[in-house]
Nanobody, 119 residues
Framework: VRLVESGGGSVQAGGSLTLSCVGS????????MGWFRQAPGTERELVAS??????RYADSVKGRFTVSQDNTKSTLTLQMNNLLQDDSALYRC???????????????WGPGTQVTVSS
């Protein structure tokens, strides 16, 4: 099983970034997928996920982030708009291939991609 993220980087506040996660070695369409983030000194946060085809978002990103899952390409995408300095973190893609698909906890993790938002 492998999850590989891309698309992180540095951006000014108010800008946008698109993160992508490509999965392999498992049946992508049968798993819940999500994006977690963690900044130094903070708890890990599930910011967006797709479980049983239903997208969910943390309150902190609602209206700004959009998650989408393309099963034909085994790709999970996170479109992040109107970025805030508080969005700076290591973003990790995760899969939950258990029956619940509820990411508590995920069954597989990617290494992560860094997002840095400056003022």
């Amino acid at each position: 099983v492998r999850l590989v993220e891309s698309g992180g980087g540095s951006v000014q506040a108010g800008g946008s970034l698109t993160l992508s996660c490509v999965g392999s070695g498992f049946t992508f369409s049968r798993c819940g997928m999500g994006w977690f983030r963690q900044a130094p000194g903070t708890e890990r946060e599930l910011v967006a996920s797709v479980s049983w085809g239903i997208p969910r978002y943390a309150d902190s990103v609602k209206g700004r982030f959009t998650v989408s899952q393309d099963n034909t390409k085994s790709t999970l995408t996170l479109q992040m708009n109107n970025l805030l300095q508080d969005d700076s973190a290591l973003y990790r893609c995760a899969a939950d291939c258990s029956r619940s698909q509820d990411m508590t906890p995920p069954t597989h993790w990617g290494p992560g991609t860094q997002v840095t938002v400056s003022s």
